[in-house]
Nanobody
Framework: QVQLVESGGGLVQAGGSLRLSCAVS????????MGWFRQAPGKEREFVSG????????YYAGSVKGRFTISRDNEKNTVSLQMNSLKPEDTAVYCC????????????????????WGQGTQVTVSS
């Protein structure tokens, strides 16, 4: 059974930074495409960023591009999201997700693409 556990959330002032991490159990982590999603109260879950199994391809939502950076360490079975220049509108529960099959184009953005999900970590950005 694959398990994903996020950490690193918290309360930060606007303009600050946080680094989220997602630890993934299982021997096949290096073959998974990984994504980060977020869900704010009263809103649908939305794609934030994704990274291919090798780390050579990354995707970002327009709202975070240039501020967030996704990375992965296949030896440590972790994927991280460095979040800089945070804004109050970034406040949400952030979840990592894993897909057993490669993602292409718009499939990165689809919740249905991903097979495994973490419980999430709260990020709150105060103004």
């Amino acid at each position: 059974q694959v398990q994903l556990v996020e950490s690193g959330g918290g309360l930060v002032q606007a303009g600050g930074s946080l680094r989220l991490s997602c630890a993934v159990s299982g021997r096949t982590f290096s073959s998974y495409a990984m994504g980060w999603f977020r869900q704010a109260p009263g809103k649908e879950r939305e794609f934030v960023s994704g990274i291919s199994w090798s780390g050579s391809t990354t995707y970002y939502a327009g709202s975070v591009k240039g501020r967030f950076t996704i990375s992965r360490d296949n030896e440590k079975n972790t994927v991280s999201l460095q979040m800089n220049s945070l804004k109050p509108e970034d406040t949400a529960v952030y979840c990592c997700a894993a897909s057993r099959t490669p993602a292409y184009g718009s499939s990165w953005f689809s919740v249905k693409k991903y097979d495994y999900w973490g419980q999430g970590t709260q990020v709150t950005v105060s103004s």
